[in-house]
């Protein structure tokens, strides 16, 4: 496979690149609690799924970002979060850095739910800019990914067993075995920090913590190819 990872090319690499074709990646995660996983979930699984959907197509993936909006979790240590007005910054000067070099379909693979008011920025973005197009795509609940968890399990949650790759495991930890019951996010979304650590436990929302790795490798063959249809499909 050739290397898409800008972290594997030089400047006048991607400057040979843009003479043929002007598509880019962007994966952006989230460091925050997942309970007995590991903290960089989100952005162990949005690069990941990025650089294996885009190998194929030779299309450059940007390093992933790996902090997102996760407030409801600082009651938990090692969890990051950005203010809404820092992280807008953030994306849209990544996303000017991109257009100066003269790429024009940009597709964003976000892995964190917390992430979703990115869409909004980027479509008041694109709106200003002729001729460039931004997609934005959660991995994770796209139709045919989605569709997929639900088929193995539809009792599927944040740092359940959907979340719980061979990549995204921490050696030595033992998961339990039991299904959790499913959490009452409404309530959970009101409450500070603190309570919401106490009301939440070990941050599992709910469901099994681990299923085999036979369905989760059927899961992630399904959200490579739908990515990949993202990067390759129609831009509107």
């Given at each position: 496979m050739p290397k898409v990872k800008i972290s594997e090319m030089h400047w006048a690499q991607v400057?040979?690149?843009?003479?043929?074709?002007?598509?880019?990646?962007?994966?952006?995660?989230?460091?925050?609690?997942?309970?007995?996983?590991?903290?960089?979930?989100?952005?162990?699984?949005?690069?990941?799924?990025?650089?294996?959907?885009a190998e194929p197509l030779n299309v450059p993936v940007f390093p992933g970002l790996p902090y997102g909006m996760t407030p409801y979790f600082m009651g938990y240590p090692g969890t990051v979060s950005l203010s809404a007005d820092t992280y807008m910054a953030l994306i849209r000067d990544i996303l000017e850095s991109l257009a100066t070099h003269g790429f024009k379909r940009i597709l964003v693979v976000?892995?964190?739910?917390?992430?979703?008011?990115?869409?909004?920025?980027?479509?008041?973005?694109?709106?200003?800019?002729?001729?460039?197009?931004?997609?934005?795509?959660?991995?994770w609940n796209a139709p045919a990914t989605w569709k997929k968890v639900t088929e193995i399990d539809p009792l599927a949650s944040h740092a359940s067993w959907m979340e719980n790759f061979p990549w995204t495991r921490i050696a030595g930890v033992q998961y339990p075995s039991q299904q959790k019951p499913m959490l009452d996010t409404s309530k959970f979304r009101s409450l500070a920090p603190k309570a919401a650590r106490e009301h939440l436990g070990d941050g599992n929302f709910g469901g099994y913590y681990q299923r085999a790795d036979e369905d989760m490798l059927a899961i992630w063959r399904v959200g490579v190819e739908e990515t990949r249809a993202a990067i390759e499909g129609h831009w509107p």
């Open positions: 400057e040979a690149y843009l003479k043929r074709d002007d598509r880019a990646v962007l994966p952006i995660g989230s460091t925050e609690q997942h309970a007995q996983l590991s903290l960089c979930v989100d952005h162990i699984l949005s690069e990941r799924v990025a650089v294996e959907a976000n892995g964190h739910g917390g992430n979703s008011p990115v869409k909004a920025l980027i479509d008041d973005w694109q709106s200003k800019k002729s001729g460039i197009k931004v997609k934005f795509h959660n991995w």
